[in-house]
């Protein structure tokens, strides 16, 4: 398959019980042209990683609302009423990350690292079942990386090769998201030929970008 | 004064010039109003961006900045943005000077809950954890009780966010910190008794009231 491809192609990277991710926060950086294409294939039963799920009827949360995601792991929901209820009623399996733990999970797994150790998290519920490690004296908690199948990302610009410019507060999640997965997808606003991008300005590497799509 | 105002006016005299602060949203974030104008501070947003910023309005909207709140914001000059692991590598890696957090409860043992409550309220942490385990100053502000509720207990009830992590609490009756990992009560705010606070504060502390 050709690195640019076309919107409505993302069907093709869907399997059912998957697990995606989905970069941005409160749906700012939030790739919505490629949600509207999940939204319209039949998918369903998906884990999804995201650090929240926006707001009932916007970005990721439309997601929420039409019950393609079974299993969370997110850092906030208190913003989507929609998420708090499925959880509540048992038709979403929620794991709640720490923000920064979820940053580093998903690096973890862009990096290859076997994990991380942080003391965020220590004394709380979210030390429950892991390893705790000492070191120096002080004690860390084991976090492993998160296995990704596919992730989307949004940035502003791309070159044909995949290499990504981002604006504002987008970069969020999606930089890191984007090296994570087996495939990353991009959606972009604009697409430059190669070269025409400054290579001292370049936010993500072409190499972490299977695809990208103008949207 | 309504007590948010007198505990964000406070909060904002913790600042000092050139501190790197994230503040919390809603109470926490009220004290911005009341920084001096003799210093300037830089704010950090968890999702990614760092200096001053101000609400956007229609003329200087860009969709793609917003702060930690989901509200529409503009970065003055000088500012910088990141990406969610370089933000989080500022938390953690101890490069806060102070964050400001609001609390369900807080504890005589620096205890933190402010992420859930078991069968009612279920928001999730964000980034608190982080804030609490990686910030170099933790301050609470928070109204002093919930419906009449003490919030400064002998031990946290609910499920915490971080253990013997709170270097200070500011509410409107008054300023805790914890000197030497106990907790002392080092202001009164004005027309409250040491007799008032007692008697919604089930926490031990030691009066050593400042000036």
Redesign the interface.
């Known amino acids: 398959m050709e690195k640019q491809i076309q919107i409505h192609q993302i069907s093709e990277f869907l399997k059912d019980g998957m697990t995606i991710a989905i970069g941005g926060f409160m749906g700012c950086g939030n790739a919505h042209n490629i949600i509207d294409e999940i939204l319209k294939s039949n998918v369903k039963n998906l884990t999804l990683i995201a650090t929240d799920t926006a707001r009932d009827g916007y970005g990721i949360g439309r997601l929420i609302d039409d019950r393609r995601i079974t299993k969370l792991l997110a850092s906030h929901i208190g913003t989507n009423k929609e998420t708090q209820k499925q959880v509540i009623e048992g038709f979403i399996d929620l794991e709640l990350v720490p923000q920064g733990t979820l940053a580093e999970r998903i690096r973890a797994s862009a990096a290859g690292l076997g994990g991380v150790l942080t003391q965020t998290g220590l004394g709380t519920e979210v030390q429950d079942g892991k390893e705790v490690i000492t070191i120096d004296g002080k004690d860390y908690i084991l976090e492993l990386p998160i296995k990704i199948d596919l992730a989307f990302i949004l940035a502003q610009k791309a070159d044909e090769a995949g290499n990504l410019i981002f604006n504002g507060a987008t970069r969020n999640f999606n930089v890191p998201m984007a090296g994570a997965a087996k495939v990353t997808i991009a959606e972009v606003e604009e697409i430059v030929k190669n070269g025409e991008l400054d290579p001292n300005f370049i936010h993500t590497p072409f190499i972490y970008i299977n695809h990208i799509i103008k949207a | 004064m309504e007590a948010k105002q007198i505990i964000a006016a406070r909060v904002a005299q913790e600042f000092k010039n050139g501190d790197f602060v994230n503040l919390g949203i809603g109470l926490p974030t009220l004290a911005v109003d009341y920084i001096s104008k003799d210093i300037h501070i830089n704010l950090h947003?968890?999702?990614?961006?760092a200096g001053v910023w101000d609400k956007a309005n229609e003329d200087n909207i860009?969709?793609?900045?917003?702060d930690?709140?989901?509200t529409n914001v503009v970065?003055q000059k000088g500012g910088i943005?990141?990406?969610?692991?370089t933000?989080?590598e500022i938390?953690?890696g101890g490069h806060l000077d102070m964050t400001v957090l609001g609390a369900l409860e807080v504890d005589e043992e620096g205890?933190l809950a402010n992420?859930k409550i078991p069968g009612k309220l279920?928001?999730?942490?964000?980034?608190?954890?982080?804030l609490v385990?990686?910030a170099k100053k933790v301050i609470i502000s928070m109204v002093h009780t919930a419906r009449g509720n003490p919030k400064i207990l002998k031990k946290c009830t609910l499920?915490?966010?971080?253990?013997?992590v709170v270097d200070m609490i500011i509410t409107e009756m008054g300023v805790f910190e914890f000197i030497n990992n106990k907790l002392h009560l080092t202001q009164l705010s004005k027309g409250v008794s040491l007799e008032e606070i007692k008697a919604l504060t089930p926490a031990s502390y030691i009066v050593a009231l400042k000036d």
Do not use: C, H, Q, Y
């Open positions: 947003s968890e999702n990614g961006f860009d969709k793609d900045v917003v930690a709140g989901g970065l943005f990141f990406d969610s692991v933000s989080f938390i953690r205890n992420w279920l928001p999730g942490m964000g980034g608190a954890m982080d385990n990686g499920p915490l966010t971080g253990k013997g």
